[in-house]
């Protein structure tokens, strides 16, 4: 072998998680659009601003059960020295009234009923003679505390204003999102699609959870965990199996997948071993655009694009390691951030990082960004540590389910002595 050979059979540096990441975000845009009743938008983004249709209240109300007074009838008022107002009616939530409180007189009034005209204040029912509860309106009422005009009342407006801005378009529709744009007449919205993801697993030794396991195989674990990933990021899911280390079976799964998904993602079978075919499906079906990334665990990844079976579109084609480990850390920096511009949300990471103390000494491999499982305790006010939550290897499961964390160590630190300060994304 001459050296110009040997130096074309090299593999290509790696690629920073930055450079890759930028990559595969390249050109990737939200959307579709489609429009949605209120009780089906939770989790989606919203697409377009909506305005209040309403002005809320709509008209000055209570905010206690009392009696609405004139202020200035109640002047002094307390339990040595009670004022006595004739009661003259009742003003109740969704019941027209047009009682008017005069000079010396009193409503009573419930929670969210109109203010009658000439009242200018409410006594809170707490604050007089009168039994709470009782059906039967009173004759008059003493007033034992005094209450200064405006008191307990919900002002016209003070909430929503017809014509003003009510959500942006970004806007997360969590629950009290989609309830203020029901508040302000909406019944539909105008949201980002949620993104499509199919989820292909590979390897002969594979079998699906729950059946019994033949000589040589391990449970499916790579699919249940990516799919639950998937859903929490805001993605519909859809298997595609599992595929024996088979270029045609796999060729023919990712095909299938390209006829409904937005992104596909695949784990297992993109190292350099004699079964590894995952590259070669992926150029068979489009073209992989890179392989291999600078990070700890998750090395071996693959990134490519595929022309959509039936729009003009393209498909985002994400090769994942086959640890549980790597498939796990890999979804979350790369497929994660991909599935979330596609949802329309203007954050893409979508975790909170703190600051933590190491609680003891960590080593990872050189040149490579690590992302370290641990257990975060601790608080903004009082400070984090984190301590490993367990072994690092890329195939202990168990301690990817132990930690509530990944602390990240630079590419250029080797190690990290304990007590040391680093950034962690916090898993939950």
Not at 90 to 97: I, K, L, V, Y
């Amino acid at each position: 072998m001459t050296t110009a050979t040997r130096r074309r059979s090299q593999p290509a540096p790696l690629l920073s998680l930055d450079a890759a990441r930028a990559q595969m975000l390249d050109g990737v845009k939200a959307g579709p659009i489609e429009t949605l009743p209120l009780d089906a938008a939770l989790g989606r983004v919203l697409a377009a601003p909506i305005e209040s249709r309403l002005t809320l209240p709509p008209w000055d109300n209570s905010a206690m059960d009392g009696f609405a007074v004139r202020a200035s009838d109640i002047v002094g008022a307390s339990d040595d020295h009670p004022v006595t107002l004739a009661v003259t009616g009742e003003s109740a939530a969704g019941r027209s009234t047009h009682v008017q409180v005069e000079p010396g007189t009193a409503v009573r009034i419930l929670t969210g009923a109109a203010m009658p005209q000439g009242a200018d204040t409410v006594v809170p029912v707490e604050d007089t003679d009168a039994p709470m509860g009782a059906a039967d309106l009173p004759g008059s009422v003493q007033i034992l505390a005094s209450r200064p005009p405006g008191a307990h009342i919900r002002r016209v407006g003070s909430d929503l204003r017809e014509g003003y801005p009510l959500l942006a378009p970004g806007a997360y529709l969590a629950p009290a999102a989609l309830a203020v744009a029901a508040a302000g007449g909406h019944s539909r919205l105008d949201v980002y699609r949620a993104p499509r993801i199919a989820i292909l697993a590979t390897g002969d030794e594979l079998a699906p959870v729950g059946a019994t396991l033949q000589a040589d195989q391990i449970p499916d674990s790579n699919s249940v965990g990516l799919a639950a990933q998937a859903r929490e990021s805001g993605a519909e899911v859809r298997a595609l199996g599992i595929a024996p280390d088979n270029l045609a079976d796999v060729v023919d799964r990712l095909r299938a997948g390209l006829s409904w998904a937005d992104v596909v993602v695949v784990s297992g079978g993109v190292s350099v071993g004699a079964h590894d075919v995952v590259k070669d499906a992926f150029d068979a079906v489009g073209h992989v655009d890179l392989w291999r990334v600078a990070v700890q665990p998750g090395k071996p990844l693959a990134f490519g694009r595929a022309r959509a079976a039936e729009t003009d579109g393209q498909v985002l084609l994400f090769g994942l390691p086959g640890n549980p480990v790597s498939s796990f850390v890999t979804f979350e920096l790369f497929v994660r951030p991909v599935l979330r511009r596609l949802a329309g949300h203007a954050d893409l990471i979508g975790r909170d990082f703190v600051r933590a103390t190491l609680q003891e000494p960590v080593a990872k491999s050189p040149g490579r960004r690590a992302f370290l499982r641990v257990r975060l305790e601790g608080s903004d006010d009082s400070g984090w540590t984190a301590s490993l939550a367990g072994g690092q290897d890329s195939h202990v499961l168990s301690a990817l389910a132990a930690a509530n964390g990944l602390a990240i160590v630079s590419e250029d630190d080797d190690s990290l002595p304990a007590r040391a300060v680093v950034d962690v994304m916090r898993l939950r």
